[in-house]
């Protein structure tokens, strides 16, 4: 079964706008989490993660994510996306001893 | 943050030759590697955990006759992939975690290579 999901494969948002990238996570297992994003020809580079204590976590380049237990979410949030935003971004659960990838989610910030 | 390099950042092979991927950590010691592959639909699969000085750990379904890994010290792990064809071609990633205290360390990754078999 899928650890983490990531339900769209797009995302468009203007400039300035906040952005809000999804991800899913299923029941069981420890709900450790990360966001890392991947710009072209770079390394995938880590946003932020939670693995215990407050559930609004607080990232790199502004970004943060909120643990949501009832809703086994942790959506990836910006309150003001910028054009170099653009990328794409994994949502990423560490469980039984192994690092699973959701899909990906292609950002897309227009000016 | 840590650094973490590859290389060949782009490789074509003819079909049944081999190719040797290195993944090095520059500036920390690696006790664990994990190998990746990236398929054109973005996802990435893990295909192997790696430990210095024991053998690789191969998910479900991957060839450990085929991907070769070998981590010969803490800064350094190579993926061999062995008699390469066509579909074989394909973004090859590698991550390196600092420490023992998984998840508690973050992956830092590697740029990855293209490898491209004809």
């Known amino acids: 079964a899928q650890s983490v999901a990531q339900p769209e494969d797009q995302v468009n948002v203007a400039e300035g706008n906040p952005l809000t990238v999804k991800c899913t996570y299923s029941?069981?297992?420890?709900?450790?989490l990360f966001w890392y994003v991947q710009y072209p020809n770079r390394g995938l580079q880590f946003l932020l993660k939670?693995?215990?204590?407050?559930?609004l976590v607080k990232g790199s380049y502004g970004f943060e994510a909120e643990f949501n237990k009832s809703q086994t979410s942790f959506h990836l949030k910006k309150p003001s996306a910028l054009v170099s935003d653009s990328a794409l971004y994994f949502c990423v659960r560490y469980n039984f001893n192994k690092f699973y990838f959701g899909s990906g989610t292609k950002l897309n910030v227009k000016p | 943050g840590a650094v973490v390099s590859q290389h060949p950042s782009r490789v074509i092979c003819k079909s049944g030759t081999s190719v040797k991927i290195e993944c090095r950590s520059l500036?920390?010691?690696?006790?664990?590697m994990f190998w990746y592959r990236q398929f054109p639909k973005k996802s990435l699969m893990l295909m192997a955990t790696s430990n210095e000085g024991s053998k690789a750990t191969y998910e479900q379904g991957v060839e450990k006759d085929k991907f070769l890994i070998n981590h010969a010290s803490l800064t350094l792990s190579t993926l061999t992939v062995t008699s390469a064809h066509p579909e074989d071609s394909s973004f090859y990633i590698c991550?390196?975690?600092?420490?023992?205290?998984?998840?508690?360390?973050?992956?830092?990754f590697g740029p990855g290579t293209r490898l491209t078999v004809l």
């Open positions: 500036d920390f010691q690696a006790t664990t």
């Open positions: 939670y693995i215990t204590g407050d559930n």
């Open positions: 991550s390196a975690i600092h420490g023992l205290s998984l998840p508690y360390n973050e992956q830092f």
């Open positions: 029941v069981s297992g420890n709900p450790y």
